[in-house]
């Protein structure tokens, strides 16, 4: 049972709020990943679980049990940091044991857990070795040792990719998914890069200025974002908006027209005629066409080759620019006049606030 | 990525090379020869001549150390200073490193206000001049006008008072201690230095681990800044050997009571330059001299070979 509350959460610094009144609730087992474009407060928000910053106001339970005024050490809590944070005069071996030592671990159940944590995370050969002697992969993979022989009730990630080269990310990330699918342990993981969030998470919490702007499995998140931010933070290149406002209402009907694209039609809900909308579309939903349910207009200026797929950066008619994807070896010429449509289900609108609209 | 300069220097015109090297390095050979070897070999050649009353100097070869070392009006004196030199850089070690250390470890502690204000404080004594620290303690410990015989009294430990500057028992420590005072701020510097360079993750991965402050203090901090500890010891080291301003301003050159403060500073001082009814002697002094150098360098050797090349740097 090691489920994870948070109530009411808040971060102060003097007049700066770092967190405002976050609510989440993890349930057991469940692999979340915070994200957000830095300075959102998702690192703020798994120090102040680990207990190594303090609230300015509201609960974290773990395991159901309140634990706003125990010690990191106390929460059943692990961490993994972005450095590592090895104890550099320690050996492998030591930096694993060293915690447990302090907590009241027997030295033969200690034993028993360092041989057990470097038979999953293949660090036998390196047990006596030291920091300074292991490449970023292993340092990386004795951090999380010395996390799992704690055997925590949550484990908590601080971005630990990004000090990895690249090739090295990809496959330490699988080798965490297949950490979690192995311990079934609660984790906690902190990120800003997308990709990570979206191929570890069974869950993602996207924050930004210390508020969650929405929670969702990942793919509710790419085809539904709930809110402008969201839909602007996740999918890459990012997606393509269009300033839009509703120009009439007929029988339920709502005519929504931009300057930078056809006019659309969508269900009218409680708009009013001259509301202010945001339009939205994927780069990857845009295909060449002449009608749709969507359709825009624009002179290729730019276009990225990548291989499986191409990005076309086209002008449009309001001189801002959008970004199609196009598949296949035919890529389009700049100078090039294209007409992209896209299906109704890959429309996104949101309204002047930001939240979305049903389409 | 770029050239490593090594292969660019490699490269040049021998000329071109040598003239890059005289330009760098020149200024600083020039200066330290100048100023640093040349006296140095200066004073140990002088070191192996006598002078007669009439001022001509002869070369003697070791005579003049042979006289300091086996002579018991030399070697007596010599001896006794060594020993009060190895007294006052035993409690510099004692007191004054353990408190730098300790105030450094508080000063790192999370959450301590006013850091900035400590760390002066602590570091004032330093920038004062040795005269005015010697000349204050001098009035301060003074049993006629001194003010700790008042203080002591004042909170009942009155009966604790003695003249401590004064007494056969008790000068040289106090004087250590007085130097112990105003230096404690360059321990203090740089081991605090050395702990703002460890990175506060590892500080955060030893409390999730379960330790408390001062067992972080102990378990982590204070094995990763021993590097700068040996630093610190071997700065100590170099300055108790070559001390010689403190004494002088307190206690004048010879070193009372009864020499009980005689360090070599003081005893070369007045071997040199003469004081009351000891004439000067130049070469004596010389021989004084170049024995000091070769202690400090005995001392700083042992670092090197047998503390040094155990202790291992961590990058963080």
């Known amino acids: 049972m090691a489920n994870l509350r948070i109530e009411q959460l808040n971060k102060r610094y003097g007049a700066t709020t770092v967190l405002n009144n976050v609510n989440l609730s993890i349930e ?36 159901g049990k309140l634990v706003n005024a125990l010690a990191p050490a106390e929460r059943g809590i692990a961490m993994v940091f972005q450095s590592y944070a090895l104890y550099p005069h320690m050996n492998v071996r030591k930096n694993m044991t060293f915690g447990l030592k302090f907590t009241g671990v027997p030295p033969t159940e200690r034993e028993r857990r360092v041989a057990e944590a470097a038979r999953m995370l293949r660090l036998e050969e390196l047990l006596e070795r030291y920091p300074r002697d292991l490449s970023g992969g292993q340092r990386q993979r004795v951090a999380i040792g010395r996390a799992i022989v704690r055997e925590p009730a949550v484990f908590l990630f601080d971005e630990p990719l990004s000090n990895l080269d690249a090739a090295l990310r990809v496959s330490t ?3 965490i998914a297949n950490l979690h699918r192995l311990l079934k342990s609660t984790i906690v993981y902190v990120t800003h890069d997308q990709v990570e969030a979206m191929t570890l998470a069974d869950r993602i919490v996207v924050m930004n200025k210390g508020r969650i ?20 933070f996740i999918g890459s290149p990012a997606m393509n908006f269009f300033e839009a406002e509703v120009e009439g209402i007929e029988g339920g009907r709502a005519r929504v027209a931009g300057t930078a694209f056809r006019n659309l039609d969508i269900p009218a809900g409680s708009l009013k005629v001259g509301d202010a909308l945001t339009v939205g579309v994927r780069p ?20 990225e080759r990548l291989g499986e797929a191409s990005f076309a950066y086209l002008r449009r008619v309001d001189g801002r620019m959008f970004v199609a994807e196009v598949r296949g070896r035919q890529t389009p010429a700049p100078g090039e006049t294209m007409t992209l449509v896209a299906a109704s289900p890959d429309v996104h609108v949101f309204d002047a606030s930001g939240l979305r609209v049903a389409t | ?34 100023f640093s070897i040349y006296p140095l070999l200066a004073t140990m050649a002088l070191s192996t001549y006598t002078s007669d009353p009439s001022g001509a100097r002869s070369f003697v070869g070791l005579a003049n150390f042979e006289t300091l070392l086996g002579d018991a009006l030399w070697s007596k004196p010599f001896w006794n200073a060594l020993r009060n030199n190895l007294i006052f850089f035993a409690v510099h070690m004692c007191v004054q490193n353990p408190i730098g250390i300790a105030l450094a470890g508080l000063l790192s502690l999370p959450g301590v206000r006013l850091k900035g204000f400590y760390r002066t404080v602590m570091f004032l004594p330093t920038m004062l001049s040795v005269v005015i620290v010697g000349f204050s303690w001098n009035l301060i410990l003074s049993p006629l006008w001194g003010v700790a015989a008042g203080a002591l009294k004042a909170v009942g430990l009155g009966s604790l008072f003695a003249p401590w500057l004064g007494l056969e028992s008790s000068a040289l420590v106090t004087l250590s201690l007085i130097s112990v005072w105003q230096f404690v701020g360059i321990p203090l510097m740089l081991i605090y230095a050395a702990l703002l360079n460890i990175p506060e993750e590892l500080i955060d991965a030893a409390r999730v681990d379960g330790l408390g402050q001062f067992r972080i203090f102990f378990h982590i901090k204070l094995p990763l800044v021993l590097p700068t500890i040996s630093l610190v010891s071997v700065l100590t080291f170099v300055a108790n050997f070559n001390a010689f301003d403190l004494i002088y301003s307190v206690k004048g050159a010879l070193a009372g009571p009864n020499f009980t403060t005689d360090i070599l500073g003081t005893f070369f001082y007045r071997t040199f330059f003469g004081n009351q009814l000891q004439l000067g002697n130049p070469t004596m002094g010389a021989a004084v001299a170049t024995v000091m150098f070769f202690i400090i360098l005995l001392g700083l050797c042992l670092y090197l070979f047998l503390v040094q090349r155990r202790i291992r740097r961590y990058a963080f």
Do not use: W
């Open chain 1, 28 to 63: 057991d087992g469940e692999f979340v990943v915070l994200v957000g474009p830095s300075g959102c407060g998702k690192s703020t928000l798994l120090r102040m679980i680990a207990g190594l910053d303090g609230a300015s106001g509201g609960d974290i339970h773990i395991a």
């Open chain 1, 173 to 175: 990330r699988v080798e």
């Open chain 1, 213 to 232: 702007e929405q929670v969702g499995k990942p793919l509710d998140l790419y085809y539904e974002p709930a809110n402008l931010f969201v839909a602007g």
């Open chain 1, 284 to 303: 990857e939903h845009l295909v060449r066409g002449e009608a749709g349910f969507f359709a825009a207009e624009g002179v290729v200026e730019l276009v």
């Open chain 2, 1 to 34: 990525m770029p050239e490593p300069v090594s292969n660019i220097t490699v490269q040049m015109p021998r000329a071109k090379r040598a003239g890059l090297l005289l330009f760098f390095l020149g200024p600083a050979v020039a200066i330290y020869s100048l």
